[in-house]
């Protein structure tokens, strides 16, 4: 075989990685946002009243402390195979800027979970899905103008079938256009939930382009280092929030009072958290946040159908629309992309 074939095949080979490595991101992101949606609404929808059963605040630190946890775990494992605590290893410690930086971003992921937890209890599902896909084209735009990422027609094309086919997949249009034109049959939002909403896209924006920068900017290190200081600061920013409620449980009646209400459910609500926030800083990392946004699509469509069969809802032709412009987004999107 010639050098150009042998060259040809391999770029080919190549190019088949890379697109497969894509869509197993997709795919993570995915099947980890439909499942923290559909527990968070569950755990919501097991509860009496319109709160939830559980103190939201303390699922949060919770995830915070596991995912510091594991990244600690994971940086020892890295950079110190030898040893098994980090006391023994000599390392530079990272830049105060850095640090400080890290700060601000725990704040704004903590206004941003926080936010979604309170927003829950104001809007159903569908709206919330409709007004959390504000975050693909915001995304995009704070790429463009913070880090100089140049998207290409195809792929402008592409965000904008992602948010129409998000919101088409959770709106029945013959509703909207019915003779009763009963919107809240559609949408259920208070004041409240939407400003709840409109604020936690922002934070998430605006956090999730900084977090991507700082990981391809390796001022803190390694990833898992990077993020064990992010999730410290979360920990420590997460206790903070929850005030002086979680001193009176705890000296009244242990630091068991914090978890009343928790059931598998909210347990496995705390470990798909977990697990979506190690997975969005790799990704973060090692792609980039537009394909965090595909998989937040995807989580939109999966979210429905698993809605639909769970509840034996009938799945409208909106949804067949909507899903069939979002899967034609994602495609439209990664053809443009690096994947190929």
């Known amino acids: 075989m010639s050098a150009g074939k042998l060259t040809e095949s391999y770029l080919t080979r190549r190019c088949h990685r890379r697109f497969l490595m894509t869509v197993m991101r997709v795919l993570a992101i995915a099947c980890l946002g439909c499942t923290t949606s559909w527990l968070t609404t569950l755990s919501k929808s097991l509860a009496t009243g319109s709160s939830y059963a559980y103190w939201p605040p303390v699922v949060l630190v919770t995830a915070e402390v596991l ?14 195979p030898e040893v098994s605590i980090i006391a023994n290893a000599t390392c530079s410690p990272p830049p105060r800027s850095s640090i400080i930086r890290l700060a601000g971003l725990a704040v704004l992921y903590a206004l941003q979970n926080n936010l979604l937890f309170a927003a829950m209890t104001h809007v159903n599902l569908a709206t919330y899905h409709v007004l959390i896909s504000l975050r693909i084209p915001l995304t995009a735009w704070l790429m463009h103008v913070a880090l100089k990422r140049d998207f290409s027609k195809r792929q402008y094309g592409a965000i904008v079938c992602l948010v129409v086919g998000a919101v088409s997949s959770q709106v029945d249009i013959r509703q909207l256009f019915s003779s009763s034109n009963d919107l809240s049959q559609v949408f259920t939002v208070t004041p409240s939930g939407l400003f709840y909403m409109l604020v936690s896209v922002i934070c998430a924006s605006v956090a999730s382009v900084v977090n991507e920068y700082m990981l391809k900017d390796e001022a803190i290190g390694s990833l898992h280092a990077q993020n064990f200081l992010l999730y410290s600061w979360g920990s420590f920013i997460n206790a903070i929030l929850l005030g002086p409620r979680a001193l009176f449980l705890v000296n009244s009646a242990g630091s068991l009072a914090l978890y009343r209400g928790f ?75 690096e994947a190929f």
Do not use: H, Q
């Open 263 to 337: 059931n598998c459910f909210t347990w496995a609500l705390v470990a798909s958290l977990t697990c979506l926030g190690l997975v969005t800083s790799a990704i973060l990392k090692y792609a980039d946040n537009m394909i965090r946004s595909l998989g937040y699509v995807g989580s939109i469509v999966m979210a429905s159908a698993v809605t639909s069969f769970c509840l034996g809802t009938a799945l409208t032709p909106s949804f067949a629309i909507g899903a069939g412009l979002s899967c034609a987004g994602i495609w439209m999107y990664m053809v443009d992309s």
């Open 67 to 80: 995912k510091a946890a594991i990244s600690l775990a994971m940086l020892c494992w890295e950079k110190y």
